[in-house]
Protein backbone atom coordinates (compact mmCIF):
# COMPACT_ATOMS: atom_id res chain seq x y z
CA UNK A 1 0.00 0.00 0.00
CA UNK A 2 2.78 2.58 -1.04
CA UNK A 3 1.87 5.39 -2.48
CA UNK A 4 1.69 6.35 -6.14
CA UNK A 5 0.77 8.98 -8.04
CA UNK A 6 -2.62 8.87 -9.01
CA UNK A 7 -4.41 8.99 -12.43
CA UNK A 8 -6.98 11.95 -12.72
CA UNK A 9 -9.78 10.70 -10.73
CA UNK A 10 -12.89 12.56 -12.44
CA UNK A 11 -13.16 15.12 -15.13
CA UNK A 12 -14.95 17.12 -12.34
CA UNK A 13 -10.94 16.55 -10.16
CA UNK A 14 -10.55 20.52 -10.50
CA UNK A 15 -11.49 23.87 -8.34
CA UNK A 16 -15.28 24.40 -9.44
CA UNK A 17 -18.03 21.50 -9.48
CA UNK A 18 -21.21 22.12 -11.94
CA UNK A 19 -22.73 22.76 -8.33
CA UNK A 20 -20.99 25.79 -8.35
CA UNK A 21 -18.95 24.75 -5.09
CA UNK A 22 -15.21 24.71 -4.70
CA UNK A 23 -14.06 21.84 -3.88
CA UNK A 24 -10.46 20.94 -4.63
CA UNK A 25 -8.90 17.36 -4.53
CA UNK A 26 -7.47 16.31 -1.62
CA UNK A 27 -5.14 13.44 -1.16
CA UNK A 28 -7.00 10.18 -0.19
CA UNK A 29 -4.11 9.01 2.60
CA UNK A 30 -5.63 10.26 5.55
CA UNK A 31 -9.21 9.14 4.69
CA UNK A 32 -7.55 5.76 4.03
CA UNK A 33 -5.47 6.08 7.31
CA UNK A 34 -9.21 6.18 9.11
CA UNK A 35 -10.87 3.82 7.42
CA UNK A 36 -7.78 1.05 7.50
CA UNK A 37 -7.43 1.61 11.43
CA UNK A 38 -11.34 0.47 11.92
CA UNK A 39 -10.47 -2.75 10.25
CA UNK A 40 -7.39 -3.11 12.51
CA UNK A 41 -9.35 -1.94 15.46
CA UNK A 42 -12.59 -4.30 14.83
CA UNK A 43 -9.61 -6.90 13.97
CA UNK A 44 -7.92 -6.65 17.25
CA UNK A 45 -10.99 -6.53 19.46
CA UNK A 46 -12.05 -10.31 17.83
CA UNK A 47 -8.20 -11.56 17.79
CA UNK A 48 -8.75 -10.20 21.83
CA UNK A 49 -11.93 -12.03 22.60
CA UNK A 50 -10.68 -15.52 21.12
CA UNK A 51 -7.92 -15.68 22.69
CA UNK A 52 -9.14 -14.41 25.99
CA UNK A 53 -11.54 -17.65 25.50
CA UNK A 54 -8.70 -20.08 24.38
CA UNK A 55 -6.51 -18.92 27.28
CA UNK A 56 -8.14 -18.48 31.12
CA UNK A 57 -3.94 -17.14 31.57
CA UNK A 58 -5.19 -14.22 28.76
CA UNK A 59 -8.30 -13.65 30.00
CA UNK A 60 -7.01 -13.22 33.89
CA UNK A 61 -4.52 -10.67 32.02
CA UNK A 62 -7.24 -8.63 30.00
CA UNK A 63 -8.98 -8.18 33.34
CA UNK A 64 -8.79 -4.44 33.99
CA UNK A 65 -11.50 -4.32 35.91
CA UNK A 66 -12.68 -7.38 38.13
CA UNK A 67 -16.56 -5.86 37.91
CA UNK A 68 -16.60 -6.11 34.09
CA UNK A 69 -14.24 -8.42 33.35
CA UNK A 70 -12.26 -9.79 30.64
CA UNK A 71 -14.24 -6.80 27.95
CA UNK A 72 -12.66 -4.97 29.83
CA UNK A 73 -9.16 -5.37 28.57
CA UNK A 74 -10.20 -6.47 25.44
CA UNK A 75 -11.69 -3.43 24.35
CA UNK A 76 -9.15 -1.37 26.47
CA UNK A 77 -6.73 -2.67 24.21
CA UNK A 78 -8.36 -3.20 20.84
CA UNK A 79 -9.33 0.80 21.35
CA UNK A 80 -5.18 1.43 22.04
CA UNK A 81 -4.52 -0.73 19.06
CA UNK A 82 -7.39 1.45 16.86
CA UNK A 83 -5.71 4.46 17.72
CA UNK A 84 -2.21 3.96 17.48
CA UNK A 85 -3.24 2.37 14.08
CA UNK A 86 -5.03 5.20 12.87
CA UNK A 87 -1.85 7.71 14.25
CA UNK A 88 0.87 5.47 12.49
CA UNK A 89 -1.21 5.06 9.34
CA UNK A 90 -2.36 8.84 9.79
CA UNK A 91 2.10 10.13 9.68
CA UNK A 92 2.62 7.67 6.80
CA UNK A 93 -0.10 8.76 4.53
CA UNK A 94 -0.43 12.64 5.21
CA UNK A 95 -0.35 14.51 2.30
CA UNK A 96 -0.02 11.29 -0.16
CA UNK A 97 -2.76 9.48 -2.19
CA UNK A 98 -2.60 5.39 -1.61
CA UNK A 99 -4.07 2.93 -3.76
CA UNK A 100 -7.49 2.73 -2.28
CA UNK A 101 -8.84 -0.29 -3.39
CA UNK A 102 -6.30 -1.81 -2.15
CA UNK A 103 -7.13 -0.38 1.79
CA UNK A 104 -10.62 -1.26 1.13
CA UNK A 105 -9.67 -4.66 0.78
CA UNK A 106 -7.56 -5.00 3.41
CA UNK A 107 -10.09 -3.32 5.86
CA UNK A 108 -13.03 -5.83 4.22
CA UNK A 109 -10.75 -8.70 5.47
CA UNK A 110 -10.08 -6.79 8.51
CA UNK A 111 -13.53 -6.55 9.63
CA UNK A 112 -14.53 -9.77 8.71
CA UNK A 113 -12.13 -11.01 10.75
CA UNK A 114 -13.20 -8.82 13.68
CA UNK A 115 -16.82 -10.14 13.21
CA UNK A 116 -15.83 -13.58 13.33
CA UNK A 117 -13.76 -13.30 16.26
CA UNK A 118 -16.28 -11.62 18.21
CA UNK A 119 -19.05 -13.94 17.20
CA UNK A 120 -19.59 -16.41 19.98
CA UNK A 121 -20.05 -19.74 18.31
CA UNK A 122 -16.47 -18.89 16.48
CA UNK A 123 -14.76 -18.03 19.90
CA UNK A 124 -16.26 -21.04 21.58
CA UNK A 125 -14.31 -23.52 19.42
CA UNK A 126 -11.14 -22.48 20.91
CA UNK A 127 -12.62 -23.05 24.97
CA UNK A 128 -9.94 -25.08 26.79
CA UNK A 129 -11.44 -28.53 27.37
CA UNK B 1 -43.89 6.42 38.48
CA UNK B 2 -40.03 6.14 39.50
CA UNK B 3 -36.88 4.24 38.37
CA UNK B 4 -34.13 3.17 40.11
CA UNK B 5 -30.40 4.12 39.69
CA UNK B 6 -29.84 0.99 37.93
CA UNK B 7 -33.11 1.23 35.95
CA UNK B 8 -31.96 4.64 35.17
CA UNK B 9 -28.61 3.81 33.74
CA UNK B 10 -30.10 0.94 31.38
CA UNK B 11 -32.63 3.60 30.11
CA UNK B 12 -29.83 5.70 29.04
CA UNK B 13 -27.83 3.71 27.78
CA UNK B 14 -30.20 1.28 25.58
CA UNK B 15 -33.55 3.76 25.11
CA UNK B 16 -31.85 7.07 25.03
CA UNK B 17 -28.25 6.36 23.47
CA UNK B 18 -28.37 3.15 21.80
CA UNK B 19 -32.17 3.76 19.82
CA UNK B 20 -30.78 7.61 18.80
CA UNK B 21 -28.14 5.88 16.81
CA UNK B 22 -30.30 3.76 15.18
CA UNK B 23 -32.91 5.96 14.61
CA UNK B 24 -29.53 8.64 13.16
CA UNK B 25 -28.85 5.79 11.08
CA UNK B 26 -31.89 6.26 7.90
CA UNK B 27 -31.06 10.33 8.24
CA UNK B 28 -26.89 9.34 7.83
CA UNK B 29 -27.99 7.03 5.22
CA UNK B 30 -29.94 9.25 3.08
CA UNK B 31 -27.27 11.74 3.14
CA UNK B 32 -24.75 9.95 1.82
CA UNK B 33 -26.44 7.53 -0.57
CA UNK B 34 -27.97 11.02 -2.14
CA UNK B 35 -24.56 12.90 -1.94
CA UNK B 36 -23.52 12.95 -6.05
CA UNK B 37 -23.18 15.13 -8.56
CA UNK B 38 -26.10 14.56 -10.66
CA UNK B 39 -27.97 15.62 -7.38
CA UNK B 40 -26.75 18.35 -6.19
CA UNK B 41 -27.06 22.48 -6.70
CA UNK B 42 -24.88 24.80 -4.84
CA UNK B 43 -27.87 25.93 -2.36
CA UNK B 44 -28.08 22.06 -1.59
CA UNK B 45 -24.56 20.97 -1.19
CA UNK B 46 -23.60 23.79 1.19
CA UNK B 47 -26.79 23.11 3.05
CA UNK B 48 -26.50 19.42 3.24
CA UNK B 49 -22.28 18.77 4.38
CA UNK B 50 -22.64 20.82 7.49
CA UNK B 51 -25.87 18.74 8.45
CA UNK B 52 -24.15 15.65 7.34
CA UNK B 53 -20.75 16.59 9.30
CA UNK B 54 -22.30 17.55 12.55
CA UNK B 55 -24.91 14.51 12.13
CA UNK B 56 -22.38 11.86 11.73
CA UNK B 57 -20.04 13.74 14.90
CA UNK B 58 -22.83 13.42 16.47
CA UNK B 59 -23.64 9.38 15.83
CA UNK B 60 -20.05 8.78 16.70
CA UNK B 61 -19.65 10.58 20.34
CA UNK B 62 -23.14 8.74 20.88
CA UNK B 63 -21.97 5.27 19.81
CA UNK B 64 -19.10 5.89 22.24
CA UNK B 65 -21.27 6.80 25.31
CA UNK B 66 -23.80 4.21 24.12
CA UNK B 67 -20.45 1.56 24.79
CA UNK B 68 -18.92 3.01 27.93
CA UNK B 69 -21.99 3.12 29.77
CA UNK B 70 -22.93 -0.53 28.78
CA UNK B 71 -19.52 -1.90 29.46
CA UNK B 72 -18.40 0.22 32.54
CA UNK B 73 -21.72 1.08 34.23
CA UNK B 74 -24.36 -1.37 33.22
CA UNK B 75 -22.79 -4.47 32.42
CA UNK B 76 -21.29 -4.92 36.16
CA UNK B 77 -24.60 -5.56 37.25
CA UNK B 78 -25.53 -7.59 34.72
CA UNK B 79 -23.38 -10.13 35.54
CA UNK B 80 -22.34 -9.32 39.24
CA UNK B 81 -21.18 -12.93 41.29
CA UNK B 82 -24.50 -13.07 42.94
CA UNK B 83 -27.50 -15.65 42.86
CA UNK B 84 -30.02 -12.80 41.89
CA UNK B 85 -28.09 -10.99 39.32
CA UNK B 86 -29.37 -10.71 35.88
CA UNK B 87 -26.51 -13.02 34.26
CA UNK B 88 -26.91 -15.78 37.47
CA UNK B 89 -30.76 -16.38 36.57
CA UNK B 90 -30.52 -16.61 32.69
CA UNK B 91 -28.16 -19.43 33.41
CA UNK B 92 -29.66 -21.27 35.82
CA UNK B 93 -32.10 -22.16 33.57
CA UNK B 94 -31.41 -24.29 30.54
CA UNK B 95 -34.37 -22.70 28.49
CA UNK B 96 -32.84 -18.93 28.59
CA UNK B 97 -29.20 -20.34 29.19
CA UNK B 98 -28.79 -18.93 25.05
CA UNK B 99 -29.98 -15.64 25.74
CA UNK B 100 -26.53 -15.53 27.72
CA UNK B 101 -24.13 -17.67 25.88
CA UNK B 102 -25.32 -16.11 22.25
CA UNK B 103 -27.31 -12.84 23.18
CA UNK B 104 -24.83 -11.09 25.99
CA UNK B 105 -21.80 -12.54 24.87
CA UNK B 106 -22.58 -11.89 21.04
CA UNK B 107 -23.96 -8.13 22.08
CA UNK B 108 -20.83 -7.21 24.56
CA UNK B 109 -18.40 -7.59 21.83
CA UNK B 110 -20.10 -6.69 18.77
CA UNK B 111 -21.08 -3.32 19.97
CA UNK B 112 -17.46 -1.92 20.60
CA UNK B 113 -17.17 -2.07 16.50
CA UNK B 114 -20.12 0.72 15.99
CA UNK B 115 -18.06 3.48 17.47
CA UNK B 116 -14.68 2.36 15.58
CA UNK B 117 -17.05 2.18 12.37
CA UNK B 118 -18.54 5.26 12.85
CA UNK B 119 -15.83 7.15 14.10
CA UNK B 120 -14.14 6.56 10.82
CA UNK B 121 -17.14 7.35 8.86
CA UNK B 122 -17.68 10.88 10.83
CA UNK B 123 -13.83 11.64 10.16
CA UNK B 124 -13.57 10.90 6.50
CA UNK B 125 -16.84 13.36 5.57
CA UNK B 126 -14.89 16.12 7.70
CA UNK B 127 -11.61 15.91 5.94
CA UNK B 128 -13.58 15.93 2.26
CA UNK B 129 -16.53 17.99 2.96
CA UNK B 130 -18.16 18.71 -0.17
CA UNK B 131 -15.11 17.15 -2.09
CA UNK B 132 -16.94 13.86 -1.12
CA UNK B 133 -19.86 14.25 -4.05
CA UNK B 134 -16.96 14.03 -5.87
CA UNK B 135 -14.96 10.47 -4.86
CA UNK B 136 -17.22 8.13 -5.14
CA UNK B 137 -15.42 4.97 -4.15
CA UNK B 138 -14.74 6.51 -0.98
CA UNK B 139 -18.89 7.44 -0.29
CA UNK B 140 -19.53 4.07 -1.47
CA UNK B 141 -16.80 2.43 1.38
CA UNK B 142 -18.44 4.93 3.61
CA UNK B 143 -22.08 4.06 3.06
CA UNK B 144 -20.52 0.28 3.51
CA UNK B 145 -19.08 1.24 6.96
CA UNK B 146 -21.96 3.30 8.28
CA UNK B 147 -24.06 0.43 7.32
CA UNK B 148 -22.27 -2.22 9.32
CA UNK B 149 -22.04 0.09 12.37
CA UNK B 150 -25.74 -0.01 12.35
CA UNK B 151 -25.86 -3.74 11.83
CA UNK B 152 -23.54 -4.25 14.99
CA UNK B 153 -25.78 -1.53 17.08
CA UNK B 154 -28.66 -2.98 15.92
CA UNK B 155 -26.88 -6.74 16.92
CA UNK B 156 -25.92 -5.39 20.28
CA UNK B 157 -29.68 -3.05 20.98
CA UNK B 158 -32.33 -5.88 19.92
CA UNK B 159 -30.10 -8.20 22.05
CA UNK B 160 -30.24 -6.07 24.90
CA UNK B 161 -34.21 -5.55 24.62
CA UNK B 162 -34.75 -8.88 25.21
CA UNK B 163 -32.20 -9.83 28.12
CA UNK B 164 -33.87 -6.78 29.62
CA UNK B 165 -37.06 -8.55 28.85
CA UNK B 166 -36.09 -12.27 30.21
CA UNK B 167 -34.03 -10.96 33.01
CA UNK B 168 -34.28 -7.12 33.38
CA UNK B 169 -31.43 -5.11 35.54
CA UNK B 170 -33.46 -3.59 38.75
Known amino acids: MSAYSPEPKSPLGTEMTPAGVETPPRPNGPAAAAILAAGIGACALGLLTTLAQASRTVARLLTFSDAVGPLSGKTTIAV ?14 RGKDVR ?15 LLGTFPPFYELFSPR | MSLTEREAWTVIHGMVLG ?28 ERIPRLEIGTLLMAIDA ?3 VITGTWIVYPWYRAP ?29 GWLTPLLATAVAFVVF ?44
Open chain 2, 82 to 110: VPDSPRSKILASEATRLWHTLGMEWKEHV
Open chain 2, 127 to 170: YYGPRLAYEPRVRQALLVLFTLAFITAGIAGLFGAFLNKVAPIT
Open chain 2, 19 to 46: AIFLLAFAGGLAGLWSLRPEFLTPGGLR
Open chain 1, 80 to 93: VIWLVAWALLSALW
Open chain 1, 100 to 114: FERVWTATVILLALG
Open chain 2, 64 to 66: WLT
